[in-house]
């Protein structure tokens, strides 16, 4: 048969919406943030009538759930599982002691954390040492207590080495290594493993007669959404276990596989939210019992198995709640919201567009808004851009999912860091106060020179 000569003239492709797909969004005044007037049974009005404005909440409940969920999904896989919880994530005792009180081990880098970790009744044996610096007291410290202290680089393992001639009986260390798994490489922490700068390392601790290499470490990032990460990372660590047991005759008795498990908040720039990427505490764990299961029997004891979480643990349990003070206009029509809460107490907003949700909506159109805190600095903004009811000073906001690094990387400037509480069904706590003039200023100390007549006279009117 004759092919037709006559051609179909070119048409340009068209986009339709499909019923509810995301092409067919809402008009701005039907679209709404839902209002939020309670945090676990706890009107929002309430805690700030009772401890000001901002204020930081902290969930116990919440704490707890989380915790559960991540210790049963890898104990259903793989039964000697121990969680011990990133104490830099949050370092609030009660906080760690939430977590301490559900059977947590402490994971610390430095030792200040240690000693927070021991102040509330966590063994030495139950404490996980990691970090690229720790101070020879510290490792002595650690070491007569027993903990699991992991070495980081060359110079510390020589430190170490030296340190061990002082034992009186073999302490036990682990290495932590690195490889390339992501990009940009996580290769601040460790010994690479792919150079074979991991295998001589454990070369030179099998070396010294005072110490045992019984474990291996590996932290191979922050935030990664992607479970399968995790499973190549633990294969790579089963793979070069065994080698160790095999050719250096030595027995891992545990693997850690340190944290970096991501939630719900929203990366900025990221086409999802945060929501839409997040994987769960079971799957994360889907990914990294299954290898070890398989590699069970070829071990010479079956390894413990390490986890060192914090945001999955504690970030969707934490709230602040904040005060709008005043509402302006910026040099484009968008309109500004200054907000009591800035990136001083709230760093994370420098990396997440976090949840803020009205604590009313009182009806009226919705508005776009750029979130911006009280301090004298053009980059507080806590939100570059967020679609809410209509707000004017004294309206109350919930900022959520804030539990990871907020407290911990915090600072005072300009304004002072506020009270943090806890809330539960028995009641609310604080758990830490709100600062003061006095709390800051303590520290310091004036030369004379610098102190003249008017001085003295204005401290001696404040101390009265």
Not at 392 to 408: K, M, P, T
């Amino acid at each position: 048969m004759a092919r037709s000569k006559t051609k179909e003239r070119y048409a340009s492709p068209e986009l339709h919406a499909l019923p509810g797909g995301p092409l067919e969004r809402p008009p701005l005044d039907a679209r709404r943030t839902s209002a939020m007037s309670t945090l676990a049974g706890h009107r929002v009005e309430e805690l700030v009538a009772r401890f000001g404005s901002p204020l930081c909440v902290v969930d116990e409940e919440r704490v707890r759930a989380a915790y559960r969920r991540m210790i049963n999904a890898f104990r259903a896989g793989w039964k000697d599982t121990v969680i011990g919880c990133s104490v830099k994530t949050n370092y609030l005792s009660a906080v760690v002691a939430t977590l301490r009180s559900e059977g947590a081990w402490g994971e610390v880098v430095s030792g200040f954390e240690y000693r927070l970790c021991r102040d509330l009744g966590i063994p030495g044996d139950q404490i996980l040492f990691n970090g690229p610096y720790k101070t020879d007291a510290d490792l002595e410290l650690a070491f007569e207590e027993g903990a699991h202290v992991h070495l980081d680089n060359d110079d510390e393992l020589e430190r170490v080495a030296e340190l061990s001639k002082t034992f009186r009986a073999p302490r036990g260390v682990g290495l932590r290594c690195s490889m390339n798994l992501n990009y940009p490489p996580w290769d601040k922490f460790g010994f690479n493993l792919e150079s074979g700068h991991a295998l001589e390392a454990a070369r030179a601790i099998t070396a010294e007669p005072k110490l045992r290499l019984r474990g291996l470490h590996m932290h191979i990032g922050t935030y990664l959404p992607d479970p399968d990460v995790y499973g190549r990372a633990i294969e790579a660590l089963i793979t070069f276990a065994l080698r160790l047991e095999r050719e250096l005759g030595v027995t891992i008795e545990y693997l850690d596989l340190g944290g970096g498990y991501a939630t719900r908040n929203t990366l900025h720039h990221t086409l999802l939210p945060g929501e839409a990427l997040a994987v769960t505490a079971e799957d994360y764990a889907a990914a990294i019992t299954p290898p070890l299961a398989r590699a069970a029997k070829q071990f010479k004891q079956r390894p413990r198995l390490f986890l060192e979480p914090g945001r999955i643990l504690i970030d969707e349990a934490v709230s602040m709640i904040t005060t709008v003070r005043a509402v302006k206009r910026g040099s484009g029509q968008q309109k500004a919201a200054l907000i009591d809460c800035g990136v001083h107490i709230l760093p994370t907003s420098f990396w997440y567009d976090h949840e803020i949700r009205p604590v009313e909506d009182r009806g009226g159109a919705v508005e776009s808004y750029r979130m911006v805190g009280p301090l004298c600095m053009q980059i507080d903004c806590v939100r570059q851009a967020i679609v809410l009811p209509s707000l004017r000073a004294g309206d109350l906001l919930v900022i959520q999912d804030v539990g990871a690094y907020n407290f911990s990387q915090s600072m005072q400037f300009i304004y002072m860091r506020p009270s943090y509480v806890l809330i539960h069904a028995r009641g609310v706590d604080v758990i830490r106060e709100r600062e003061e003039d006095d709390y800051v200023r303590a520290p310091e100390r004036l030369p004379k020179h610098l102190v003249n007549a008017e001085t003295k006279r204005s401290m001696l009117v404040r101390r009265k």
